[in-house]
């Protein structure tokens, strides 16, 4: 039976995978996690398998389904990856999770319910899914509280959707529920008009692109949780009018930001996007959501407004034309990542007026080839200026047209729009796809041409989630001034090239730099051959160190020598190293060395920098029965009331000079002289 179980969820894992399918924690991707988590509990605890074996079944269900389903033979070596990579990650919190959960049990008593807060921690915290939880909590003949688990699900939730528990106090102060939009239906209040949304007009002069006004009505005013006919000055409030020219937060794309003007042209709402950080004031900060159809313009009134009144809605057009340089930017980086990695997707994105973000599948991280082959394809589909055409087709026919990109797991309506860059849209479904570059189904604003991107930098990369990597970008004016922190950077690096020394001090400067580095918004890929170039400089840095290490211990070992060998017939030698800093490692080294090459001798350095004073003694074993390296040491760590210790064999004593360094020499050649001849 055990054996059976296994078997079935390795035949259903290798087929979602295979078509592309990801463990993730939404839609589709959360059904695959839980089926393969549980499979990985079960191997571990029933069958009491080894790591790995999971993913070692794909091959033999390849060997069984591939006559049927050859699409599973294209590559099966991906499949195992991502599911070795999975439970991997899920075997981190295994044991931690079945620890904290068979506490809690044994902790029950006679209640025989689990707390729903319990349970959703198992999630949270561990990675268990509420149906692996709940059959671990039968297996112990206990039940979850299911209700509860859902109220902390459904807060957590809440938190996430506003960025988390640090950003709840941006959480969104006026939004429309089902109710509102009910009673707005009831009251025949129309949907926005957002035709103008997409009415603009490049101007290369200015490399931005011109948003009309737009001269509308207010049909509803919401404060709070009611709607209102009036509000005063310094409301925080939401609008709906019969059309608009903002675009609404979607698609990952923010919202626009700018003013909403009466009559006698005084701004009576500041519309920021708080999401983008936008706002003129701390105070102002809102969004434009579409709810239903209905567009909701939110900030605080700068003045009375009331239903009915005739108002202009400008949108800011350098915000607008940032974002949607991004947006753009965004699609050539989808499009990008396919070519450089056939078998990815498309996870998540974000587009700002400072940056774009994606998220997408992918096991390793990117490497510096793979970037830097991502940014000469996009900067090049830049630089050919290929035109954008965008087109509302019938979903089916948008399906039709080859590579076309689409979001996973979306729900999308009867008609799509496509937005291209290169090929018409038309041309496409008419089978001319020769040189065609990218196609999306996407409702966000673009530019004209790709030429107004101008230019495209990766800033950074890191892992979002297990077998998910997010890309973080900038484009126009801002890469431009990426590439120049870039550059004054690698001129810093140069400098420190051309400097390097054997000395300790250039590391300091060289791992500053390296963190200096680290800091800067930067292309990434410069920023990696960067850290390269410096830990390079660093190693080339510690061999002169050390060299220069070798032949001063050499030096000073030699000097020594030839002092004990004038000293003869005396078995021990005392000697003060006057040019010398208290390095206590090149201390060590030297009365090492002189140790080896006079291996008979009693040798004690006494090192002195301003009031500090250095005592090694090295005592041969020869030596030992009648006198021991650390109680010479004590004999001079008693004059200068010091710190150390040691060994028959060697000791290191360190103190302040407060006496003259002849009656130092004078007290450990007095205690030596008595011991050996």
């Excluded at 959480?171 to 008009?193: C, F, H, Y």
Aim: glycine letters at 6%.
């Amino acid at each position: 039976m055990a054996y059976r179980v296994l078997a079935d969820h390795a035949r259903m894992l290798t087929v979602c995978i295979t078509d592309g399918a990801r463990p993730d924690f939404h839609n589709q991707g959360y059904v695959v996690k839980k089926i393969l988590r549980r499979a990985v509990r079960y191997a571990r605890e029933k069958l009491n398998t080894p790591t790995g074996t999971l993913a070692s079944l794909v091959p033999i269900v390849v060997e069984s389904l591939g006559g049927a389903f050859p699409e599973l033979k294209s590559n099966p070596e991906s499949v195992m990856q991502v599911i070795n990579q999975e439970e991997k990650q899920f075997l981190k919190t295994l044991t931690k999770g079945q620890k904290y959960l068979k506490k809690h049990i044994s902790n029950l008593g006679s209640q025989k319910n689990v707390s729903g807060k319990v349970a959703w921690k198992m999630h949270n915290s561990f990675g268990y899914s509420i149906d692996l939880t709940n059959k671990i909590a039968k297996e112990n003949n206990v039940s979850i509280n299911l209700e509860e688990y859902e109220e902390e699900r459904r807060k957590s939730k809440e938190i996430t959707a506003q960025g988390g528990i640090k950003n709840q106090q941006k959480m969104r102060k006026i939004a429309l529920s089902g109710q509102d939009i009910e009673m707005l239906r009831k009251q025949k209040v129309p949907v926005t008009n957002t035709i103008s949304v997409y009415e603009t007009k490049y101007n290369p002069l200015t490399n931005k692109h011109i948003i009309s006004d737009v001269k509308t009505e207010i049909l509803a005013i919401k404060t709070g949780n009611e709607f209102v006919t009036e509000v005063d000055k310094g409301v925080e409030c939401g609008i709906i009018t019969t059309s608009t020219s903002f675009y609404a937060e979607a698609g990952g794309q923010v919202a626009d930001v700018g003013i909403v003007l009466n009559n006698q042209s005084n701004t009576c709402l500041d519309v920021s996007d708080v999401l983008n950080n936008q706002s003129n004031t701390c105070l102002d900060v809102s969004d434009v959501q579409s709810y239903s159809g209905y567009v909701l313009h939110s900030g605080k009134s700068n003045t009375t407004m009331k239903v009915a009144d005739e108002v202009t809605l400008q949108v800011d057009s350098d915000h607008r034309t940032k974002v949607m340089r991004n947006h753009s930017a965004t699609h050539l980086l989808n499009f990008a990542l396919q070519k450089v990695i056939p078998d990815t997707s498309q996870k998540g994105s974000l587009v700002a007026s400072d940056k774009l973000r994606f998220d997408f599948s992918v096991m390793d991280p990117l490497s510096m080839n793979d970037l830097q082959r991502i940014f000469d394809i996009v900067n090049n589909l830049i630089q050919e200026a290929l035109p954008q055409d965008t087109s509302h087709v019938p979903l089916n026919t948008a399906y039709t047209i080859p590579n076309l990109q689409a979001a996973f797991g979306e729900a999308y309506g009867d008609d799509v729009r496509v937005v291209t860059f290169g090929k018409k849209v038309n041309e496409l479904l008419s089978g001319n796809c020769a040189g065609q570059s990218s196609v999306e189904l996407c409702g966000g604003t673009h530019v004209e041409n790709t030429s107004e991107i101008k230019k495209f930098i990766i800033t950074s990369q890191k892992a979002f989630s297990s077998g998910v990597r997010r890309l973080e970008a900038v484009t126009g004016e801002l890469a431009e001034e990426v590439e120049c922190n870039g550059n004054k950077r690698k001129e810093e690096v140069e400098q420190m090239q051309n400097k390097v020394v054997d000395s300790p001090r250039l590391l300091h400067e060289l791992d500053s730099l390296a963190k200096s580095v680290d800091k800067t918004l930067m292309c990434l890929v410069s920023k990696m051959e960067l850290r390269q170039e410096i830990l390079e400089c660093k190693e080339k840095v510690n061999k002169a160190i050390k060299k220069s290490f070798k032949l001063q211990v050499d030096e000073f070992a030699r000097q020594i020598v030839q002092s004990i060998d004038s000293n003869r017939p005396k078995r021990y030698y005392i000697h003060q190293l006057s040019d010398i800093s208290n390095d206590k490692i090149l201390l060590k080294e030297i009365v090492k060395k002189v140790s080896k090459q006079k291996p008979d001798i009693a040798v004690m350095l006494l090192s002195v920098d301003n009031e500090n004073i250095h005592c090694f003694s090295v005592v041969p074993k020869e030596l030992n029965k009648a006198v021991k390296a650390d109680e010479w040491g004590l004999v001079i760590n008693r004059v200068i009331n010091g710190k150390g210790g040691g060994s028959e064999s060697l000791s290191i004593f360190h103190g302040q000079l407060k006496v003259s360094i002849t009656e130092i020499v004078t007290a450990a050649e007095d205690f030596i002289s008595t011991k050996v001849d």
